[in-house]
């Protein structure tokens, strides 16, 4: 009996030191971006589009094709980017919550921020 009782209160120590770790995770609810800082195409938005666009928007699939290395060009136009009223780019509109459309995927909203951060930037391919 004292041996169980051993093993249980190891077992519940064993639980609760784990119980305490926390991993930090930046909310995706936030919707801000600091856009003092520059976003880069390369490493933040292509990113965005590989890892929630490109299951539809590849090559010979859905226009535009955000595969890596021709989004950029598949996008670099008046009619994906509206620098002058980025919120009404085309490639934001259909990627943000507020704007998509009944059954297509959006980006989450931090990602979605980020997008039109980089419009407003002059989406510039860097």
């Known amino acids: 009996m004292k041996k169980?009782?051993?093993?249980f209160c190891l077992l519940f120590l064993i639980f609760s030191w784990e119980s305490c770790i926390?991993?930090?995770?930046?909310?995706?609810e936030s919707g801000q971006v600091d856009t003092t800082v520059v976003i880069s195409f390369a490493s933040q938005i292509q990113?965005?589009?590989?890892?929630?666009?490109v299951l539809c928007h590849k090559t010979?699939?859905?226009?535009?094709?955000?595969?890596?290395?021709?989004?950029?060009?598949?996008i670099n136009n008046s009619k994906y980017i509206n620098t002058s009223s980025p919120a009404q780019s085309l490639i934001y509109?259909?990627?943000s919550a507020s704007g998509g459309f009944s059954g297509h995927p959006t980006?989450?909203?931090?990602?979605?921020a980020?997008?039109?951060g980089w419009i407003q930037q002059g989406a510039k391919n860097n």
Request: proline content about 9%; charged content about 15%; glycine content about 6%.
């Open 60 to 74: 010979g699939g859905t226009a535009p094709d955000l595969t890596n290395g021709k989004a950029y060009a598949a």
């Open 22 to 28: 926390y991993d930090f995770v930046v909310p995706d």
């Open 4 to 7: 169980i009782l051993i093993a």
């Open 107 to 112: 980006l989450p909203t931090a990602q979605a």
């Open 114 to 116: 980020l997008l039109l």
């Open 93 to 95: 509109r259909r990627s």
């Open 47 to 53: 990113p965005a589009f590989t890892s929630n666009c």
